[in-house]
């Protein structure tokens, strides 16, 4: 078990570019998530997956971003035309769920972006 | 959005001494789990308690919950300068799989 990792750890764009993180999850995992966050701040929830299936979007998911985990496995987060407000830490999670409980995540390293 | 507020927002301290963080919340909950972030080693699961339970112990780590005040607490006992980090606590509203977190509590171990 090599955890949850992340690619790249660190990306700096332009403003107007698009970017793309990946995350790999526990492989026995079947829930993955993406979530934000800023300095001083908590992380915040983007969007999560049953496997291949997203059930869940949060209203900062915007129509910039779009997240995909093709075959349930790795999952990807594209943002389209960044703005400076996207610059953040993004943390990718996965967590093995029961049908009926939930239990703890485990995050990955993050990427930080930062756009320019 | 973030869930409540953590009190106190920062905490300086001595090693050996004990370490109270509070964290409120406004939601019914499945369970309430508390994680540590630094620099070095990201954000990394503590405990997990849930919402028919009242009190739990990993270590030197006491939690406890109360549901009817939507509160909880994390009590780190004869802290070590390791345990310099930041302190969240996170939710799991019911119905829900995704973890909402408060603003966190910023503890610093003097040695």
């Known amino acids: 078990d090599t955890g949850v990792s992340q690619d790249p750890r660190h990306k700096i764009t332009k403003r107007g570019q698009n970017v793309t993180f990946r995350c790999d999850p526990i492989?026995?995992?079947?829930?993955l998530y993406w979530y934000r966050q800023t300095l001083g701040q908590g992380p915040e929830f983007l969007t999560y997956f049953q496997n291949e299936a997203q059930l869940e979007k949060s209203r900062l998911l915007s129509d910039r971003f779009s997240a995909e985990r093709p075959k349930g496995s790795f999952s990807t987060l594209e943002i389209q035309r960044t703005e400076q407000g996207d610059s953040a830490m993004y943390l990718c999670?996965?967590?093995?769920?029961?049908?009926?409980?939930?239990?703890?995540?485990?995050f990955g390293p993050g990427t930080r972006l930062t756009v320019t | 959005s973030q869930q409540g507020e953590e009190d106190p927002q920062a905490l300086s301290i001595q090693e050996g001494e004990n370490a109270t963080m509070n964290c409120s919340y406004k939601?019914?909950?499945?369970?309430l789990q508390w994680y540590r972030q630094n620099s070095g080693r990201g954000l990394v699961h503590l405990i997990l308690i849930r919402s028919n339970e009242r009190e739990k112990h990993s270590g030197r780590l006491r939690v406890t919950l109360d549901t009817s005040k939507k509160s909880s607490s994390l009590l780190i006992t004869a802290s070590r300068a390791a345990d310099t980090a930041s302190y969240f606590c996170a939710t799991v509203d019911t119905g829900r799989r995704a973890l909402t977190f408060g603003s966190g509590t910023r503890l610093q171990v003097q040695p």
């Open positions: 999670a996965s967590s093995l769920d029961s049908f009926t409980d939930s239990y703890e995540q485990y």
């Open positions: 939601t019914s909950i499945n369970n």
């Open positions: 492989s026995e995992h079947n829930r």
